[in-house]
Nanobody, 125 residues
Framework: QVQLVESGGGLVQAGGSLRLSCAAS????????IAWFRQAPGKDREFVAA????????YYADSVKGRFTISRDNAKNMVYLQMNSLTPEDTAVFYC??????????????????WGQGTQVTVSS
C-alpha cells in the first residue's frame, strides 16, 4: 500500500505560480512512477505530468509543457509539481497517483491504483 497526500493548492491570479507537493508513505516509494492528474468541474480526470521512479524520465501533457515541471525526492518520499504561467483553464482539483507503470502508458489514469485526496487549484482571471 502507498498513501499519498497532496498539498500546495490555492487561489492564484492568472500568470502566477504554485508548487504542489505529494507526500508518500507506505511501501517502497522509489519503485513507483508518480503522476499528477487534474479534474475540472464537469470534465474527465486528465493527465498532467509523470515521473519515473528514478526521475530519469518525465512526461507532460501538451497543455502544460513549458509551464509545469515535475520532480521527485525519493529520500524525502516527495513529488513536486511546479506550475508557472497559470491560466484560468488550469483551474481543477489536482491529484497525485502512484503505481508501477510501464512508461509507455503513464498517461492512462486507469493503471494507477494509489491516489491522493486531491488539492484544489483555482486561477482567477
Amino acid at each position: 500500500q502507498v498513501q499519498l497526500v497532496e498539498s500546495g493548492g490555492g487561489l492564484v491570479q492568472a500568470g502566477g505560480s504554485l508548487r504542489l507537493s505529494c507526500a508518500a508513505s507506505g511501501r517502497t516509494f522509489s519503485d513507483y512512477t508518480i503522476a499528477w492528474f487534474r479534474q475540472a468541474p464537469g470534465k474527465d480526470r486528465e493527465f498532467v505530468a509523470a515521473i519515473t521512479w528514478g526521475g530519469e524520465h518525465t512526461y507532460y501533457a501538451d497543455s502544460v509543457k513549458g509551464r509545469f515541471t515535475i520532480s521527485r525526492d525519493n529520500a524525502k518520499n516527495m513529488v513536486y509539481l511546479q506550475m508557472n504561467s497559470l491560466t484560468p483553464e488550469d483551474t481543477a482539483v489536482f491529484y497525485c497517483a502512484a503505481d508501477r507503470v510501464n512508461r509507455l502508458i503513464v498517461i492512462d489514469k486507469y493503471v494507477y491504483h494509489y491516489w491522493g485526496q486531491g488539492t484544489q487549484v483555482t486561477v482567477s482571471s
